[in-house]
T-cell receptor, first 112, second 115 residues
Framework: KQEVTQIPAALSVPEGENLVLNCSFTDSAIYNLQWFRQDPGKGLTSLLL?????REQTSGRLNASLDKSSGRSTLYIAASQPGDSATYLCAVAPYNNNDMRFGAGTRLTVKP | GAVVSQHPSRVICKSGTSVKIECRSLDFQATTMFWYRQFPKKSLMLMAT?????????EQGVEKDKFLINHASLTLSTLTVTSAHPEDSSFYIC???????????FGPGTRLLVL
């Protein structure tokens, strides 16, 4: 059964710092991996989706990488801003793309 | 495009009552919809997968008689929490997916509090 782990559980950084969030998964037979942002009490906003055949995806200040063989993904946030404060979730989808498995998230606080 | 809405966004009910949560795909037809549950500071857990016009497939440990799911049209799925109890209090999120697409589009979630 696929298990997804995110480290650290919480992270606090000063504004402007570059940071990396980590996600690991136990079963490398995935269809894709997705990073989401969740604000307190809100739903999910999809940030980046990486297909199993891809190594990375970029959107603005965000860059996500995927190393399927080692079961790892990272989300890199450049020049962090207070507005980036949120919980970041990664999720992996199996080949039937139904049973997405989520990590518990990393709660990021960017201090002004 | 690809907007998913949920209604209500927040609901408080008394123990023993039933609560219905709606999930709508506003600008696309969703052949498959998913219902997730999230406990505080925990990850989302898939509860069930529903395909339009057929019975939902429930994950292990999810009581189908307690969490009734109906996907009667290509734009609407409902989750009814029957005879709700305080332990059912949680954040419920739905997602929807177009036919032959891989991306799931998530709704904003519904916070349920059972007193």
């Amino acid at each position: 059964k696929q298990e997804v782990t995110q480290i650290p559980a919480a992270l606090s950084v000063p504004e402007g710092e570059n940071l990396v969030l980590n996600c690991s998964f136990t079963d490398s037979a995935i269809y894709n991996l997705q990073w989401f942002r969740q604000d307190p009490g809100k739903g999910l906003t999809s940030l980046l989706l990486i297909q199993s055949s891809q190594r990375e995806q970029t959107s603005g200040r965000l860059n996500a990488s995927l190393d399927k063989s080692s079961g790892r993904s990272t989300l890199y946030i450049a020049a962090s801003q207070p507005g980036d404060s949120a919980t970041y979730l990664c999720a992996v989808a199996p080949y039937n793309n139904n049973d997405m498995r989520f990590g518990a998230g990393t709660r990021l606080t960017v201090k002004p | 495009g690809a907007v998913v809405s949920q209604h209500p966004s927040r609901v408080i009910c008394k123990s023993g009552t039933s609560v219905k949560i709606e999930c709508r795909s506003l600008d696309f037809q969703a052949t498959t919809m998913f219902w997730y549950r999230q406990f505080p500071k925990k990850s989302l857990m898939l509860m069930a997968t529903s395909n339009e016009g057929s019975k939902a497939t429930y994950e292990q440990g999810v009581e189908k008689d307690k969490f009734l799911i109906n996907h009667a049209s290509l734009t609407l799925s409902t989750l009814t929490v029957t005879s709700a109890h305080p332990e059912d209090s949680s954040f419920y999120i739905c997602s929807a997916r177009r036919d032959r697409e891989e991306t799931q589009y998530f709704g904003p979630g519904t916070r349920l509090l059972v007193l």
